[in-house]
């Protein structure tokens, strides 16, 4: 599965943007183990409009950074 559709299977309303209950789901779905307080401090980097909401687009850059 890539990143995308990872994603977009995360993205339960299907809104184009996952918000931290769906965020912690996809790093479950990625194979990440991190503790709840651990990904809220990662969701919060990510969001970088800081709307509450992490979009594709910046899912996928940090997600890039990440795996080179």
């Known amino acids: 599965m890539d990143v995308r559709e990872a994603f977009e299977q995360t993205d339960v309303d299907g809104n184009g943007q996952i918000d931290l209950i ?4 996809l790093l479950q779905t990625l194979g990440s ?3 709840p307080a651990k990904a809220e401090q990662l969701f919060d980097v990510i969001d970088g ?3 509450g909401l992490i979009g594709f687009d910046e899912f996928e850059a940090w997600y890039s950074e990440r795996t080179g």
């Not at 769906?22 to 789901?25: A, D, G, I």
């Open 22 to 25: 769906e965020f912690r789901t």
């Open 49 to 51: 409009d800081e709307d």
């Open 33 to 35: 183990s991190l503790d």
